[in-house]
């Protein structure tokens, strides 16, 4: 339980100009935190550099390293119900190899498509680091397709929805963005918070300020 407020270095990791959703967000890697609590991952590092299934319960290579292939965790929800599915994750990988952002994944990619309960990235030459590369790209961070057909791009990019385990309360971009506690987040007890607070501060004197 209880909160927690991060402070954020405004001239890097707490400014989001172009808002948080992962296909037109411009600063990308640098808003990993943000993205992380509101999207989830579909692979995490964890301790010692270790890539670990999170959305996605496995993730393999085949046909000689030319093929890499999610499988993505069933039964899996976004926080507005929609179903965290192989179709949607194609859907969106395949829009974000077409973004703007320098986060967007620069894979030799042949083709991305679902089947079954995979996703499946065929490459046009082997590409050893394709797991890694999800960790500081905008593929890693999936939002429900129904909040953006409901909401409209523009409002998405204020209030995203995802399968994180946090949830948007408010947004006041590139200055502060207020979180609560996603009671359908998949990994059971998760997360220990009930609210999390990013803030944005010029400096670290204003930063010590803001703390004190």
């Given at each position: 339980g209880g909160s927690l407020t991060v402070v954020l270095n405004s001239g890097y990791d707490g400014a989001w100009?172009?808002?948080?959703?992962?296909?037109?967000?411009?600063?990308?890697?640098?808003?990993?935190?943000?993205?992380?609590?509101?999207?989830?991952?579909?692979?995490?590092?964890?301790?010692?550099?270790?890539?670990?299934?999170?959305?996605?319960?496995?993730?393999?290579?085949?046909?000689?390293?030319?093929?890499?292939?999610?499988?993505?965790?069933?039964?899996?929800?976004?926080?507005?119900?929609?179903?965290?599915?192989?179709?949607?994750?194609?859907?969106?990988?395949?829009?974000?190899?077409?973004?703007?952002?320098?986060?967007?994944?620069?894979?030799?990619?042949?083709?991305?498509?679902?089947?079954?309960?995979?996703?499946?990235?065929?490459?046009?030459?082997?590409?050893?680091?394709?797991?890694?590369?999800?960790?500081?790209?905008?593929?890693?961070?999936?939002?429900?397709?129904?909040?953006?057909?409901?909401?409209?791009?523009?409002?998405?990019?204020?209030?995203?929805?995802?399968?994180?385990?946090?949830?948007?309360?408010?947004?006041?971009?590139?200055?502060?963005?207020?979180?609560?506690?996603?009671?359908?987040?998949?990994?059971?007890?998760?997360?220990?918070?009930?609210?999390?607070?990013?803030?944005?501060?010029?400096?670290?004197?204003?930063?010590?300020?803001?703390?004190?």
């Amino acid at each position: 339980g209880g909160s927690l407020t991060v402070v954020l270095n405004s001239g890097y990791d707490g400014a989001w100009p172009a808002g948080l959703d992962p296909v037109t967000n411009t600063n990308g890697a640098a808003n990993q935190s943000l993205m992380n609590s509101i999207y989830g991952q579909l692979i995490e590092l964890h301790e010692g550099g270790k890539l670990v299934p999170g959305l996605a319960s496995a993730f393999n290579f085949s046909n000689g390293g030319k093929t890499f292939t999610l499988t993505i965790r069933p039964g899996v929800k976004f926080s507005d119900g929609t179903p965290f599915t192989a179709q949607v994750v194609a859907d969106h990988i395949n829009k974000v190899l077409k973004s703007s952002c320098t986060c967007r994944p620069t894979w030799p990619v042949k083709s991305v498509k679902a089947s079954g309960n995979d996703v499946v990235i065929n490459f046009t030459t082997v590409y050893a680091p394709a797991a890694a590369s999800f960790i500081d790209s905008n593929a890693n961070w999936v939002p429900s397709p129904t909040a953006v057909k409901k909401l409209g791009e523009r409002k998405f990019r204020i209030t995203p929805v995802g399968a994180g385990p946090f949830t948007v309360v408010s947004d006041k971009g590139s200055s502060q963005i207020v979180l609560k506690r996603n009671p359908t987040y998949f990994k059971k007890g998760r997360p220990f918070l009930d609210r999390l607070t990013f803030k944005s501060i010029g400096g670290d004197e204003a930063a010590y300020q803001a703390l004190q």
